[in-house]
């Protein structure tokens, strides 16, 4: 039995309305209570400090085989440090860090729960066996779809039952969490060194648009009723003037609405918006359209994004959209790593460094802040760097300072070697909004546990909830004049609970509490033609057995099943 007592603190949770409100926060036996539950608790106090619940990444590449190749691809990105002082791993790396250092990372940042954005189905074994040597964060996995040969096929022939059916068959024998899609059609182009620069362009021998995959992966995922939306990467991703392949992407969601248990309301979630909101036709004249896209999307509440910003490192990006690494490495010449799944998907990874002294890589920078900056519901706008593509997530606290404070714009602003340009590219220096800690919390706490549909657990501070809580030294009424002040106590929290134990104090990781595998487990009834599909494409083209291809018992690591049942 242990009980905890936080004291005074003001109090920052979206999902019930709190805004900065002083009062006590109450924790039994890892779970948030009514103060009067309470006996005999220690208290921590917060006096002059913010109280937020953990912190939720919505979309990262933390753990996985194409991660693991970042690692070994990039030896020059290993900077090693001492091991902690009460934690005795070794951490190491900077753009792609090691499992034990991502997830001491995160949590001095005062984050609990991580979703990785694209697991290969093939390659689920090392996913997991990377979520079980993550420490303390709670992990979930998507298997992307995307590309996937099954999908390909039932959505062609416009079998949606077929592809729920097989769609939740997937997710169980990878412990996935959601569908995952990226460059719809144009990765499976790959494999005949062709990729799908919009929506319409089809997908060599399948005859299938991305178009209609992505509408049928929503009709898909809406006869599931799944926790999550489609997460979409969109199609031709990177490149000057694709803000109209992107609107033409979100406009697919229309007429859709969300059927499902568990408090979602969008039926897509477009990932990365910042890579996807470009236009001019060449990086002559390349320019911002995030005003367009941003407008777009503040009039359909079925879509929520994350703005995937840029935060002018070097850095190395990985994806499972296969053209667009090579596209990258034509541009950089740099050295590229290349993969095929297959019947899945495949991947690159790329070095990247973008600089204040590039003009592209400083409108970049400006196009994610615009996102944020111009939405009218931060409840559907979060915070990411896509990590590692745009930038580490270490940077998480200085990218919430570029939205709290319009200084720390000005200040980076002033390092850009081309600034007028950047300047006339873009709407930023006519942006004077500054968000405000419950913003912060919207956009980093609520808003993504609501979209991932875990929000009856994480994201807030509610009685029954998991007592996983950040406190940051930084008081509401008094706000540091000195936007490296922000940054700083968002680096390092002064305390982190997780689920009620007492995880880091002053930024220093004290111990390990126990952490989660978050799957969904789907059951859809009995569908003998996609069992006999499955049989019979593992013969024919897979190199695998079938039953060597679902994850193994021993491969899950404390899990936490939602489930889902159709046949009811």
């Known amino acids: 039995m242990s009980e905890l007592l936080i004291k005074n603190g003001f109090v920052f949770d979206p999902l019930q309305g709190i805004r900065g409100d002083r009062m006590d926060i109450a924790v039994k036996d890892g779970r948030i209570v009514e103060t009067s539950a309470l006996q005999h608790p220690e208290t921590i106090d917060a006096s002059g400090m913010t109280v937020m619940a953990g912190g939720i990444d919505i979309h990262s590449h933390v753990v996985g085989p194409k991660v693991n190749v970042g690692r070994l691809f990039r030896p020059e990105d290993k900077l090693f440090k001492s091991p902690l002082k009460r934690c005795n791993r070794m951490e190491m790396g900077f753009s792609v860090p090691s499992t034990f250092k991502a997830g001491y990372d995160y949590a001095r940042m ?3 729960f991580v979703n990785e954005a694209a697991m290969p189905p093939l390659h689920s074994p090392h996913v997991h066996e990377e979520i079980r040597d993550t420490p303390i964060i709670d992990n979930a996995a998507m298997p992307v779809f995307g590309n996937n040969w099954f999908t390909l096929e039932y959505l062609k022939n416009h079998e949606i039952e077929n592809n729920a059916a097989y769609t939740a068959w997937l997710l169980r024998a990878t412990r996935g969490f959601a569908i995952k899609v990226v460059n719809p059609g144009g990765t499976e182009a790959w494999g005949w060194g062709l990729n799908c620069e919009n929506v319409h362009d089809p997908v060599p021998y399948f005859e299938i648009t991305p178009a209609e995959i992505i509408a049928g992966l929503i009709e898909t995922n809406e006869h599931l009723g799944l926790p999550h939306s489609v997460h979409l990467h969109c199609n031709n991703l ?16 229309e007429g859709y609405t969300p059927k499902n248990n568990f408090g979602r ?12 909101s470009y236009g001019g036709d060449s990086w002559g004249n390349f320019e911002s359209r995030a005003p367009d896209v941003i407008d777009y999307v503040n009039s359909h509440d079925n879509i929520t994004i994350d703005i995937g910003q840029v935060t002018l490192d070097e850095t190395t990006t990985m994806t499972a959209d296969g053209p667009f690494e090579h596209h990258l490495r034509a541009l950089n010449n740099l050295k590229w790593a290349n993969t095929d799944v297959e019947l899945e998907t495949a991947a690159g990874v790329v070095p990247y460094i973008y ?14 802040l615009e996102l944020a900056l111009l939405s009218k519901d931060l409840m559907r706008t979060f915070v990411s760097t ?26 980076t602003m002033k390092t850009f070697k081309w600034l007028e340009r950047t300047i006339d590219a873009t709407s930023i220096d006519g942006i004077d909004r500054e968000l ?41 009424e008094n706000m540091p004049e000195n936007p490296e002040e922000i940054e700083k106590a968002l680096s390092r929290c002064a305390c982190l609970l997780k689920d ?10 004290l111990t390990e509490p126990p952490k989660r595998t978050v799957w969904v487990d789907v059951k859809v009834p009995e569908n003998a033609q996609v069992q006999r599909d499955i049989y019979e494409h593992f013969l024919r083209y897979y190199s695998v057995n079938l039953g060597n291809y679902s994850l193994f018992e021993e491969h899950l690591f404390n899990p936490r099943v939602i489930e889902v049942d159709t046949t009811q």
């Open 265 to 276: 309301e969008q039926v897509l979630h477009a990932t990365h918006l910042q890579f996807h």
């Open 500 to 509: 009620g134990v007492v995880t880091v104090r002053d930024g220093e990781v």
């Open 436 to 476: 405000d800690l419950y913003e912060i919390a919207q956009m980093t706490r609520a808003g993504p546990a609501k979209a991932l549909g875990i929000s009856n657990t994480y994201g807030g501070l509610a009685p029954g909830m998991d007592a996983d809580i950040a406190i940051y030294a930084l008081n509401p």
């Open 238 to 253: 990177g490149n000057p003037g694709n803000y109209t392949d992107t609107l033409d992407s979100l406009k697919l969601a």
């Open 110 to 112: 005062g984050y609990v």
């Open 355 to 368: 600089s204040p002294k590039v003009k592209v890589c400083t409108i970049q920078w400006a196009v994610g």
């Open 386 to 411: 896509d990590h590692p593509n745009a930038g580490p997530f270490i940077r998480y606290p200085r990218v919430i300072t570029w939205l709290m404070s319009r200084a720390a714009r000005d200040a």
